[in-house]
């Protein structure tokens, strides 16, 4: 017997969590332990692919299912890729992993939706949810190409074993000692082959590979009309139709948030689903989702963009980034291709013409999908606004400005006049007559903004003014240029030509008159300014400064808190 080893502290934690979880949906540890099994026979599947390994076929894969009253376990075996010694253990011993990751981080931040909300069971927790049923875990594992078989055990409390077993076959295998009843809790009840079966078809129904499992089923003694009898007989339990090639219409929103939870590791529903099938040159289904809150990692370097690419249902790769432009990155889903072979591989992506056409077709369906929460939707649409609108502002800046036709009708900034989020379009469609341009100022916030001189006289002229807050929008519009052919314009910059001829004369003949003040200030502030001028700008205040033509102030403030 080896010697035994103490989990990690964080594991440690989690593990605390699920032993002694009051939650009342134990029962999803089980999709926990097939969601993994699914995944391992992925990984293998692909891997034999890689490999040109024709002993593996597809028919063959399988996932098991068995209970023992007598011992009171569950095991539920795979044939997928297996782990190796250092793998269990480091998989295993250590919450490393994306799900219990982010269940942690948002365990950290406490940010739970309301306290109650049963945030176990809103998205995969991962293999230490077993421990949630069972008192004692074993993990019988041996590895693709490997001979050497290894048994990870724990009894959660005091860390964990791993010894050298035989296995005749290549997968792992999972035996759960189910907890004692209690006065609160039935434990029993997973005993039940029926309760499982229950169980697979609410939560693992679409998983594609089949979940096998024996049943006792009653049948018609043969030769008889009423009599039955019981038999024993090996039934497959899961439909094994994806989600995603399932007819949209009966696909209910719970289905689809689930999925994405499970799937994707998010705790919340998603805010957008985004379902659909392409038959043409190239055929395809995307199913793609919108999270409802920014992930906590998304503008770091952490996060990684990408779909899952599937062909013919079977799992290709995980974030294919050339499936989604940079500034739709905040979209989680898959593709399903029945056109693209199954040998690709993630160098072949760039230059797969297919696949060009796909990003294409996802992406311009992501837009007009947006378009439309714009358009019907309003709340809905400012919220993702406020979700990801800086991801979308940069992608109008980025590339020299390449994607603003991608992306212009999308964009909201605030307005002076109507004190909320607008779009573009909507400032064009009240904008005066004579008006020539869409005026903008950039400041820290809206407030601020609004108290400087420069807005008085535009909003005087009663012009709409859009106030930018965030460091990205003034290069977003610089880049743009104009909008429907109206250009964009600082108004805290160079000439605004707002003056009427008379105006214009009655400046003139100001300046004439204080000439000698004008060039006595220039004279004081020579080192400070470029010029000093009468301005038909202002209104209530005294003075203000503008900047010339070219980089303007806030511009200039952002360029020089950049790092280097
Ligand atoms: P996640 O599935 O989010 O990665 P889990 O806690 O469910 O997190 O699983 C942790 C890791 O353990 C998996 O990423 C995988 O590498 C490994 N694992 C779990 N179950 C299996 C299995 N049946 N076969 C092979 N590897 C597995
Ligand atoms: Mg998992």
Redesign the pocket.
């Known amino acids: 017997m080896s010697r035994k080893k103490q989990f990690k502290a964080e594991s440690k934690r989690l593990l605390d969590l699920m032993i002694n979880s009051i939650y009342t949906h134990k029962e999803i540890f089980l999709r926990?332990?097939i969601?993994?099994?699914s995944?391992?026979i992925d990984?293998l599947y692909y891997q034999a692919l890689q490999n040109g390994d024709h002993s593996i076929s597809r028919d063959d894969l399988k996932i098991e299912l068995a209970v023992n009253k007598d011992d009171r376990t569950i095991t539920l075996t795979?044939n997928?890729?297996?782990?190796s010694k250092e793998?269990l253990e480091e998989?295993?011993g250590t919450?490393a992993?994306?799900?219990?990751l982010a269940f942690k981080e948002n365990m950290d931040a406490k940010e739970q939706p309301d306290d109650d909300v049963d945030i176990i069971g809103q998205f995969?927790?991962?293999?230490?949810s077993a421990f949630m049923v069972a008192h004692k875990v074993q993990?019988f594992?041996r590895k693709y190409n490997e001979d050497a078989a290894y048994c990870w055990a724990s009894d959660a409390s005091d860390g964990y074993t791993i010894d050298e077993v035989e296995m005749p076959e290549r997968?792992?295998k999972?035996v759960l000692y189910l907890k004692e009843n209690t006065d609160d809790e039935n434990y029993d009840e997973y005993l039940e082959s029926y309760e499982l079966e229950r169980l697979i078809k609410k939560y693992s129904d679409y998983i594609r590979y089949p979940i096998r499992m024996e049943m006792e089923v009653s049948v018609k003694k043969e030769g008889s009309e009423d009599e039955y009898e019981t038999k024993k007989e090996i039934r497959t339990l899961n439909s094994m139709v994806p989600l995603w090639k399932r007819n949209k219409k009966d696909i209910t929103t719970e289905e689809y948030n689930e999925f994405y939870k499970n799937k994707f590791?998010d705790f919340a529903d998603p805010q957008k689903v985004i379902h659909t099938s392409v038959e043409g040159a190239v055929s395809f289904q995307a199913l793609l989702f919108i999270p409802s809150k920014t992930p906590f990692n998304f503008y770091s370097q952490d996060y990684e963009k990408g779909l899952q690419l599937y062909s013919r249902s079977v799992f290709i790769m995980d974030k294919a980034s050339e499936l989604i432009p940079e500034y739709f990155r905040f979209v989680r889903g898959l593709v399903d291709s029945q056109d693209l072979s199954l040998n690709i591989s993630r160098e072949m992506l760039q230059h797969d013409r297919q696949l060009k056409v796909i990003a294409s077709r996802v992406e311009k369906k992501i837009k007009s999908e947006l378009l439309n929460m714009l358009k019907n939707d309003r709340e809905e649409y400012e919220k993702f606004w406020n979700n990801f609108g800086l991801q979308l502002k940069y992608g109008v800046y980025n590339d020299y400005g390449m994607h603003k036709e991608v992306l212009q009708d999308l964009l909201m900034f605030y307005s002076s006049s109507e004190q909320k989020l607008v779009t573009l379009d909507e400032y064009v469609s009240r904008m005066k007559e004579g008006q020539e341009a869409i005026y903008f100022i950039s400041g820290e916030n809206i407030d601020k903004i609004d108290k400087l001189p420069q807005c008085e006289l535009v909003k005087d002229k009663g012009y709409e003014i859009l106030y930018l807050t965030d460091n990205v929008d003034e290069f977003a519009l610089q880049v743009m240029m104009n909008y429907q052919e109206k250009p964009f314009k600082n108004i805290n910059q160079g000439d605004l030509n707002l003056e009427s001829e008379e105006e214009k004369k009655e400046i003139e003949s100001k300046a004439e008159e204080n000439k000698g003040l004008l060039e006595d200030l220039k004279d004081v502030l020579k080192d400070k300014v470029n010029d000093v001028k009468i301005s038909s700008r202002l209104k209530t205040h005294p003075v203000c400064l503008t900047s010339d033509e070219g980089m303007s102030f806030e511009m200039e403030k952002v360029l020089s808190n950049m790092p280097d």
């Open positions: 926990e332990l969601s993994n099994a995944d391992a990984k795979d997928g890729i297996g782990m793998e998989n295993l919450i992993r994306s799900g219990s995969g927790v991962g293999f230490y993990v594992s997968g792992t999972i590791n």
